[in-house]
């Protein structure tokens, strides 16, 4: 599979996910949808996070490059089982198969929303050359808001994933909640254990201590204080 089919795979994900979920509920193209979403999520992550390591500079770039695709890819496949078990005990009809290749379109999905994004935070990097708390604060909730709206809008598609697969058969809708919850925890606490990303650090991850929560809360009323 050479880049451009990989590409035009990735648009499709964009503009015409009804046939893709046809495909997927059908059992077509597996192998191909589950390459371009890997190609994606490391590609279009890994930009988006070099743009994110800008801020600080140097190595960072590599770092924020390196850690953003992991934050994808671990919070996937962690939050992954907890679907497949709950809707196989609730009724859902998913495969593993199905069910792994929905959920790396889905991630697909966000990260080509993250390179969306990525203008913005370019052009807010390169015109605040000052590294001052205030600066530094607005870039950190700027990028948690890129992160929320994209990682809603990945949810968002799995929702009418298993709308589409399932057909008449609601008693997936359970297991996707509870699922879709595992999925926002981890992958805002994975944020929060691979930091830095805005300030270099000799170090690729700081050492573990509180959670994503409590250091926003904090940052918020700083800023505010």
Sequence with gaps: MDYRSVLDTVNRFIRDPDTIYNDIKDGRSFRAFFFSSLFAILVFGGFYGAVMGLYAGGLQILFDALKIPMLLLISLFVSLPTYYVLSG???????????????????????????????????????????????????????????????????????????????????????????????????????????????????????????FYIALLQLILRLLG
Excluded: C
């Design 89 to 211: 005990i609730l009724g859902g009809e998913l495969s593993l198969r199905q069910l792994t290749t929905l959920f790396m379109v889905s991630f697909a999905v966000m990260s080509t929303l993250l390179v969306a994004f990525m203008p913005v935070t370019l052009f807010f990097t390169l015109t605040t050359p000052e590294r001052t708390f205030t600066t530094y604060a607005f870039t950190i909730l700027l990028n948690v808001g890129f992160f929320a709206l994209s990682g809603l809008t990945a949810v968002s598609y799995l929702l009418k994933g298993f709308s589409r697969i399932h057909d008449e058969n609601r008693s997936w809708v359970l297991s996707f909640i509870i699922g879709s919850l595992v999925l926002i925890f981890v992958g805002t606490q994975l944020a929060w254990v691979l930091r830095p990303y805005f300030h270099f650090s000799n170090q690729f991850i700081a050492p573990p201590s509180g959670n």
